[in-house]
């Protein structure tokens, strides 16, 4: 009997190590895993949420001072729009393509003063 135990732990053994079905089968089991833990791990939703709020902050600020000189006549302050313009667009993007990995932290439940989207300025 241990005998026949021992056939199949070295078949499966061989199974995940050198066949590719084998490999993807206990990947897709470890990626299943570490989605669930992240999923209810309290620190990694924090980690999540802080990230968003710091991004959205950093955004709203540099849409105001887009919105406040973009329509200036000094060419200065028509300089500070266009930067506060580019901040904003990268932030915006970065944020789109943060929240789109993390989505499974949240799973229908974002917090209400968190955006899942920040639209780009045009």
Sequence with gaps: MLGIVLVIVLIFIVYVTFFPTG?????????????VD???L???RKQVEDTARASIA???TDKATYEQYKDSDDPEK????????MRANKTA???????????YVFEGNIPADINYQLEILE
């Design 78 to 85: 028509q300089s500070w729009a266009e930067q506060a313009k």
């Design 38 to 40: 992240d999923a209810t």
């Design 58 to 60: 950093s955004y709203k």
């Design 93 to 103: 993007n970065i944020f789109n393509e943060y929240m789109l990995k993390n989505s």
């Design 42 to 44: 309290y620190e990694t």
């Design 23 to 35: 490999r993807a089968l206990i990947n897709s089991y470890s990626n299943t895993m570490q989605k």
